[in-house]
């Protein structure tokens, strides 16, 4: 490859994240070239942060799009991996966009979602769970999805992310949800969540103080039986007979294993 052409693409690629409408690079398609690129920024965080887009407009995402191109353009050729950066991103915007402060908490919440959204589908063995009555909890593990999270958020984004339609089915009608998310908001509550995969599907759901502290002891504990002594002796809340067939209704307890795999 000839040095010209290698300074020509090099040119070309700077102009595609330069914020002046066109660069005279003695390409008369360059504008059309910026253009193509911009809006290719827009759908993409459309498709990552699509209730983000629904609370501050076409418009509005647009324009964030743009700046966010700009600022953090994409490091790999697949866009599904680009926006990333953006929860970060606007935090550090200065009070002249006149974004809502939760805004960011939205974003990172949505990601999480958006990164289970290509993740491997959760296969639930439901015959293992015999073994929890037929053998010593601390033989055993209780496996979840792979990527489960326990996030916790300064504001009621996950309120909000649930009101727009990503909770379950029969929920509270939407303009209620919407004006409970909101009065939420406005209180300034804090929110904890679980998120997970069901089959090919994200979930996420609010959970309280001690259904978090359970999920991170089956994480962080050898076994089963450590994870229950260690809930017991922290928050002995949570009701693990009612606990246990929801999260299997809902695929986020999908087996058990030996504590130690053979």
């Given at each position: 490859?000839?040095?010209?052409?290698?300074?020509?693409?090099?040119?070309?690629?700077?102009?595609?994240?330069?914020?002046?409408?066109?660069?005279?690079?003695?390409?008369?398609?360059?504008?059309?070239?910026?253009?193509?690129?911009?809006?290719?920024?827009?759908?993409?965080?459309?498709?990552?942060?699509?209730?983000?887009?629904?609370?501050?407009?076409?418009?509005?995402l647009a324009?964030?799009?743009?700046?966010?191109?700009?600022?953090?353009?994409p490091l790999?050729?697949?866009?599904?991996?680009?926006?990333?950066?953006?929860?970060?991103?606007?935090?550090?915007?200065?009070?002249?966009?006149?974004?809502?402060?939760?805004?960011?908490?939205?974003?990172?919440?949505?990601?999480?979602?958006?990164?289970?959204?290509?993740?491997?589908?959760?296969?639930?063995?439901?015959?293992?769970?015999?073994?929890?009555?037929?053998?010593?909890?601390?033989?055993?593990?209780?496996?979840?999805?792979?990527?489960?999270?326990?996030?916790?958020?300064?504001?009621?984004?996950?309120?909000?992310?649930?009101?727009?339609?990503?909770?379950?089915?029969?929920?509270?009608?939407?303009?209620?949800?919407?004006?409970?998310?909101?009065?939420?908001?406005?209180?300034?509550?804090?929110?904890?969540?679980?998120?997970?995969?069901?089959?090919?599907?994200?979930?996420?759901?609010?959970?309280?103080?001690?259904?978090?502290?359970?999920?991170?002891?089956l994480h962080?504990?050898?076994?089963?039986?450590?994870?229950?002594?260690?809930?017991?002796?922290?928050?002995?809340?949570?009701?693990?007979?009612?606990?246990?067939?929801?999260?299997?209704?809902?695929?986020?307890?999908?087996?058990?294993?030996?504590?130690?795999?053979?």
């Amino acid at each position: 490859m000839s040095e010209t052409l290698l300074e020509q693409q090099a040119a070309l690629l700077a102009a595609l994240w330069s914020p002046a409408t066109a660069v005279p690079l003695g390409e008369a398609g360059l504008p059309a070239y910026q253009r193509n690129a911009r809006a290719v920024a827009e759908r993409a965080l459309a498709a990552a942060y699509p209730v983000l887009r629904q609370c501050v407009g076409e418009a509005t995402l647009a324009a964030l799009a743009r700046d966010h191109w700009l600022d953090c353009p994409p490091l790999r050729g697949d866009l599904a991996w680009w926006g990333a950066e953006l929860p970060d991103w606007l935090r550090r915007l200065g009070p002249e966009h006149e974004l809502p402060a939760w805004l960011p908490e939205l974003a990172r919440a949505e990601w999480v979602l958006h990164q289970l959204a290509t993740a491997a589908d959760a296969l639930p063995e439901p015959g293992t769970l015999a073994r929890l009555v037929q053998e010593d909890p601390d033989q055993l593990r209780l496996e979840l999805p792979a990527g489960t999270q326990v996030l916790a958020f300064e504001a009621a984004v996950i309120s909000v992310l649930l009101a727009h339609g990503p909770g379950d089915e029969g929920a509270e009608p939407a303009a209620q949800a919407l004006q409970a998310a909101g009065q939420r908001l406005q209180a300034g509550e804090a929110e904890l969540a679980v998120f997970w995969r069901q089959g090919w599907r994200p979930r996420v759901r609010l959970i309280d103080a001690a259904e978090a502290a359970w999920l991170q002891a089956l994480h962080t504990q050898p076994s089963l039986g450590a994870a229950m002594q260690w809930l017991e002796a922290h928050h002995p809340g949570l009701d693990l007979g009612a606990w246990l067939p929801e999260a299997v209704t809902q695929g986020l307890l999908l087996a058990v294993r030996d504590a130690i795999p053979r």
